[in-house]
Structures are given as C-alpha cells and as structure tokens.
C-alpha cells in the first residue's frame, strides 16, 4: 500500500458509526479498488465519553471542536453525518473552502442547498458525493447519472422512506399502533434524530427534490411537492384498499410531461401485483420507466447503520480513486434542464375517494352526479358495513386530472351531510 487518505467524520450516530465498521470490515477490498489505505483520523462528537468505546475500538481521535479537523492539513476527506441544515452546512461549506472533499449522508442539506453547495464544491475543485442521501444503500444516484446516462427517464417513483414503510407494514401485518411502530423503527435507527420529517412525508420529499435532479436535471423547492405523509392514513382505508386489491404505500414520484415536471409524496393504492407493493419493513425501491431500458426497479435497504454506511464508503472509494487519477472536482449529477412544473390540468391519475354519507337513500346518486359532471366514471366502488346512520363508501374513479380530482374534492365538500374522509392516488 502506497498512500493513506485520512479522512475525518462529523458525528458517530447511526451512520457515522457504521462507517469505520465497513471500513474495517472491508479493508482489503477498499485497498485494493482505490490503492488507498482509508483511515478515520478524528471524529467530531457532542460528548467524548459517550463515544469513547468506539473510538478507542477503531483508534479515532475524538474532538469536540470542528477546527482541529478543519485545521488539521492530513485529513484530505470530511463525512457530514450529523444531519439536519447547521451546524453541518456551515462545516461542509468551510470544509470545501480549505480544499477538503466531502461526502455526505445529508437528504435535508442536499434538498435544500445542494445548489449552493455543488457551486463552492466546483469552486474550489473538490468533490463532493451524497449517494446514501437518497435511499441509504441502494446505488440509486450513482445508477441515474452513471448507468443510466443514455437514457431518457420518464418517471422516478418509489418507496423512499424507511422509517414509514417498516411503520405501514408492521401496522398492517402485526396489527402494531402506529406510536408503538414508530419506536421500534426509531430504536432500529431508521427514523431521523427527530421522526416528524419521517411521518410527514418530508424526509421523502428531501429525497425527490435530489432524484429530479439526477433524472431530469430539474431543480424543484420543497414547495413545489405536494406532500403528505402517514399521520392520517386509517387502518380502515388500508383494509378497503385491500379488497379493491391494493396495497397502500407512502409513494414518492416525479415525472416528465411533456416539458415540465411533476412530484409528490404521499399514500398511493399501489396495485398488490405490482412489485412495490410487496416491498416490506424498511426496504426501499426506486421504480424507473425510461425510454431505452424501460421499466426498472432497484431494491434494498433505504436505512440502518450498515446500509447507509456502505453508500457512503462508496462514495469514498470513488473520491479515493479521483485523487489517484488526479480528477477531483467533477460534478456528482451534470445534468441541467430548465425547471418547469407541470399544471394540474397535465397531471392525470386514477384516484381514491373515501367518503362518509347518511345510510339512507340517495347518497351513491349524489356522488355519481358530482363525478360525472367532471365527465367521468367509476372504475370500482363498494360501501363498508354501516352503524345504521352514517355509511362509508369508497370509490376508485377511472383516470382524470388533478384539476379535476380537486373539483370534485371540492363538490364533495359542498355537501353538508357528506365529509371526505381520505383522498389518494392510485397507481396504474
Ligand atoms: N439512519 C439512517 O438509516 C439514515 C440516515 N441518513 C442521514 O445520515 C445522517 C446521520 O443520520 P443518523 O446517523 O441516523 O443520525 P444520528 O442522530 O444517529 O447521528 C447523528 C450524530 O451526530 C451528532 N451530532 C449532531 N449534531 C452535532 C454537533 N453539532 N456536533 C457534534 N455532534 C453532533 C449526534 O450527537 P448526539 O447523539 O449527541 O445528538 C449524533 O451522534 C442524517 O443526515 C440522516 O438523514 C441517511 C440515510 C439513512
Ligand atoms: N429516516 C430515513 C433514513 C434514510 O434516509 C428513512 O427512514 O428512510
Ligand atoms: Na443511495
């Protein structure tokens, strides 16, 4: 072995913890693909003595203080694994500015500021790598701008959250509560520091904001996808999806529609012969409909310390051997389009309509005429047992517009004795 690259991590969390494991782990491997000897120099942490188990276990220098990594001329890589905007983004950006690559594990940052920091990346020649940012293990990014560079993507959908699949399976399989769900995901390491952005769809839409990017070149705000998230999806309509033969899943996706692009997170009725449909616990999949390859699904581990760590060693293999190569400093995604966003008249979708009404006669009238005055039709529906006064009935419309969608959520509500219990999309 020739060369050391000493590289530095900012937090030893879930992540952070799983990397000097793989590194080790993997040792002869990373050697011989980068003719690198990878080593964790420092690592900067809140509370020495909590960490000193591991660091003693890996020879890490522990710091509290980002300077005596910042400062420090060895370490050539800093890995953000803290999370969340600041500090990390303010350590990341003066990490670039002193000449320093970095890669990161950080979907929030990315999402929000993966402009700015792409530009002080390039600025300053160095590299900068977010491959466990979206989907934790599963070579996602890497595969858009790499494999699939000669390809014209359709469409990127999929089940990009962890925390919120191992929730909705484990709801329905073992019956769980939604609260007790949520801690076993959280001590499991899957959900983030703080799991609101889990639950609410959030952390998924950080995540189609990075794959529009990769598959379109488009770069879209948090604000330009519709999102929703678990919080008030009832087991009820899990189970009326169910007998219309659907599975309901948290679903992210972005399309082409011409020329502009739509997204949106949030509980879809994914057909239960679909192969999303089947993928469990905490695994991820990232389906894509492209013009050469066609349709295409990558599987894996979206979270945990392992997976998410082996995306981001991967990510230093790769500045490992640009260094070698003497070709730091190219850009992670170079595709660049005009950000256009499609109007809900272009956004066409089968969708899902859970509605209460009065049990007497009358109401399928009432909702027929709302959804044909839309000029559209049913493609399935079916009342649940009533309590004798109030009755839920539940319909699968044929395709129309969101545009239209949205007229008749809003003739719904129009009708006082009517109330609109849950509304989604339904996947084809
Ligand atoms: N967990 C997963 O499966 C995945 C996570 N990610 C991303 O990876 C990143 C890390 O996540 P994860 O490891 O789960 O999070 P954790 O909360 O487990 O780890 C973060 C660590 O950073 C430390 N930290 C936070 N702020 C500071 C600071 N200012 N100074 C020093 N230390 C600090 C925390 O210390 P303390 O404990 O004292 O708060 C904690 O130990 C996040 O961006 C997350 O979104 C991406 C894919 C999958
Ligand atoms: N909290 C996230 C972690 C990976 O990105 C998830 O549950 O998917
Ligand atoms: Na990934």
Redesign the pocket.
């Known amino acids: 072995m020739d060369k050391q690259l000493k590289i530095a991590l900012l937090g030893l969390g879930t992540v952070g913890s799983g990397v000097p494991l793989i590194l080790k782990e993997h040792k002869e491997k990373i050697s011989q693909v980068t003719g690198m000897e990878i080593l964790v120099e420092k690592a900067l942490v809140r509370n020495k003595a909590a960490k000193a188990e591991i660091a003693k276990e890996y020879g890490i220098e522990l710091v509290t203080d980002f300077k005596e990594i910042l400062e420090d001329q060895d370490i050539q890589v800093v890995v953000e694994l803290l999370g969340k905007i600041e500090p990390a983004k303010t350590y990341i950006v003066q990490a670039l500015e002193s000449g320093k690559h970095v890669v990161t ?1 950080n ?1 929030d940052l990315l999402a929000q500021h993966g402009s700015e920091l792409v530009a002080v990346a390039r600025k300053n020649h160095c590299d900068l790598y977010y491959e ?5 293990g599963i070579p996602i990014l890497r595969t858009i701008a790499n494999s699939l560079a000669a390809d014209n993507i359709h469409k990127v959908l999929g089940i ?5 699949n ?1 929730m909705l399976t484990k709801m329905v399989s073992e019956k769980l509560t939604y609260e007790t769900a949520l801690e076993q ?1 959280q001590q499991l390491g ?3 520091s703080d ?1 609101t ?2 639950v609410d769809g959030i ?2 839409a950080y ?1 189609m904001v990075i794959l529009t990017q990769f598959a379109f070149g488009m770069t879209l705000h948090l604000s330009d996808i519709e999102t929703k998230g678990i919080r008030g999806l009832a087991l009820e309509d899990i189970e009326m999806a169910h007998q219309l033969g659907y599975t309901i899943k948290l679903i992210g996706s972005s399309s082409m529609l011409e020329e502009s692009v739509t997204a949106e997170v949030g509980p879809v009725l994914v057909p239960s012969n679909h192969p999303l449909a089947s993928v469990q616990n ?1 695994m ?1 999949a990232v389906f894509v409909d492209s013009a050469g390859v066609g349709e295409s699904m990558y599987y894996g581990a ?2 945990g310390a392992k997976p ?1 760590a082996t995306s981001v060693v991967s990510d230093l293999i790769t500045t490992a051997k640009n260094l070698r190569l003497g070709i730091s400093g190219h850009q992670f995604n170079s595709y660049k389009n005009e950000t256009k966003i499609a109007s809900d008249q272009e956004i066409i979708s089968k969708y899902y309509f859970s509605i209460e009404v009065p049990d007497k006669v009358g109401q399928f009238l009432k909702l027929t005429q709302i959804v044909t005055n839309e000029g559209i039709s049913f493609d399935q529906l079916i009342q649940q047992q009533s309590d004798g006064e109030r009755a839920r009935i539940v319909i699968i419309t044929h395709k129309m517009t969101k545009a239209q969608m949205k007229q008749v959520k809003q003739a719904i509500g129009q009708i006082p004795e009517f109330e609109l219990l849950a509304n989604y999309k339904v996947l084809d």
Not at 132 to 136: D, F, L, N, T
């Open positions: 594990a979907k466990a940012s979206v989907a934790g990009v959250n962890g925390t919120t191992y995901a899957f959900a983030e799991p952005n889990d952390d998924a995540k905490e991820n979206g979270a998410t």
